[in-house]
Nanobody, 129 residues
């Protein structure tokens, strides 16, 4: 098991930037696929981005491509989401998630929340118009 804790959320104007962090505890982090999901009030949790452990490949939801960048620092057991050019529709609670990468072989990632076993508590991102 891996425990996750998000931070870095807040209130930002449209067009602004935020960087979210997800601190992971446990020695299994290096071999886990890590992902970001988000959930707006009254809506289901949606995939945002994922990063594999083996080759560092990244995948993004179409809605955030070109604006968000997912990265990880395995030495620090930390996952990041750099969010640029934020839009009001990005407003949501952002969650980090983790799952053993072997589960998704050979692709090593998944956009489905049901495929992830470990979740943080979430951090609120609010983008004003």
């Amino acid at each position: 098991q891996v425990q996750l804790a998000e931070s870095g959320g807040g209130l930002v104007q449209a067009g602004g930037s935020l960087r979210l962090s997800c601190a992971a505890s446990g020695r299994t982090f290096n071999r886990y696929t890590m992902a970001w999901f988000r959930q707006a009030p009254g809506k289901e949790r949606d995939f945002v981005a994922a990063i594999s452990w083996n080759d560092g490949s990244t995948n993004y939801a179409d809605s955030v491509k070109g604006r968000f960048t997912i990265s990880r620092d395995n030495a620090k057991n930390t996952l990041y989401l750099q969010m640029n050019n934020l839009k009001p529709e990005d407003t949501a609670v952002y969650y980090c998630a983790a799952a053993p990468s072997t589960r998704f072989f050979p692709r090593m990632w998944s956009p489905r929340q049901s495929d992830y076993d470990n979740w943080g508590q979430g951090t609120q991102v609010t983008v004003s118009s």
